[in-house]
C-alpha cells in the first residue's frame, strides 16, 4: 500500500501510487478531515489519485519525489486551491 495514514494529521503517498490508492486516500480523507497529505515520497501518481487530490483541496507538504508530478501536478494543484 503506497497511501498510509502516518497519524491523525498526516497522510503519505509513498513510491508509485496506482488506481487503487485512489479509493485508499479517500477513505482515509474522509476518516481524517483535518489530515495533511506527505506527497514528499510520491514518484508517480495513478490519474485516480490526483483527481482525489484536486477535489480535496487539502494542504500538502512537498515537493514530490517525482518530477513530473513536481513539474506538472503540484502548479495545478496549487491553482485549484490546494497548498502546496
Given at each position: 500500500?503506497?497511501?498510509?495514514?502516518?497519524?491523525?494529521?498526516?497522510?503519505?503517498?509513498?513510491?508509485?501510487?496506482?488506481?487503487?490508492?485512489?479509493?485508499?486516500?479517500l477513505?482515509?480523507l474522509?476518516?481524517?478531515?483535518?489530515?495533511?497529505?506527505?506527497?514528499?515520497?510520491?514518484?508517480?501518481?495513478?490519474?485516480?489519485?490526483i483527481?482525489?487530490?484536486?477535489?480535496?483541496?487539502?494542504?500538502l507538504?512537498?515537493?514530490?519525489a517525482?518530477?513530473?508530478?513536481?513539474?506538472?501536478?503540484?502548479?495545478?494543484?496549487?491553482?485549484?486551491?490546494?497548498?502546496?
Amino acid at each position: 500500500m503506497t497511501v498510509v495514514l502516518h497519524d491523525a494529521k498526516t497522510i503519505r503517498l509513498i513510491g508509485a501510487c496506482p488506481a487503487d490508492d485512489g479509493e485508499a486516500l479517500l477513505q482515509h480523507l474522509l476518516a481524517n478531515p483535518a489530515a495533511e497529505i506527505d506527497w514528499r515520497g510520491c514518484e508517480s501518481a495513478h490519474a485516480a489519485v490526483i483527481q482525489v487530490l484536486l477535489v480535496s483541496k487539502r494542504p500538502l507538504r512537498g515537493p514530490p519525489a517525482g518530477q513530473f508530478l513536481h513539474r506538472f501536478i503540484g502548479p495545478a494543484l496549487a491553482r485549484n486551491g490546494s497548498q502546496v
